[in-house]
Nanobody, 122 residues
């Protein structure tokens, strides 16, 4: 069992920045961030290979979000810049096997965090 604890959500104005953190109790091959807006399906945002450091982003966040990890702290981060109102959602940290990396396949997620709310006002 892997426990994931997110932090760092909040409310910002459009164009602002936030950094989300996710502390994991154990190592997982791939870490990812997903988000879910009210009335919408959960969607993938970014993945990072825990050992390789390879990253993957969905098109809507490329150039604005940066996913990274700190092996010593077993923590993954999501730096979100130039935030837009459409980024408003509950953000979830996820952990899984290698298949999760580069695919953001919901079926490849083994563990979920509890979520942290991000609200961007115009």
């Amino acid at each position: 069992q892997v426990q994931l604890v997110e932090s760092g959500g909040g409310s910002v104005q459009a164009g602002g920045s936030l950094r989300l953190s996710c502390a994991a109790s154990k190592y997982s091959t791939c870490m990812a961030w997903f988000r879910q807006a009210p009335g919408k399906e959960r969607e993938g945002v970014a993945t990072v290979g825990t050992i390789s450091g390879s990253t993957y982003y969905v098109d809507s966040v490329k150039g604005r979000f940066i996913i990274s990890r700190d092996l010593a702290k077993n923590t993954v981060y999501l730096q979100m810049n130039n935030l837009k109102p459409e980024d408003t959602a509950m953000y979830y940290c996820a952990a899984g096997l290698g298949l999760l990396c580069g695919t953001l396949d919901l079926g490849a997620v083994a563990y979920w965090g509890q979520g942290t709310q991000v609200t961007v006002s115009s």
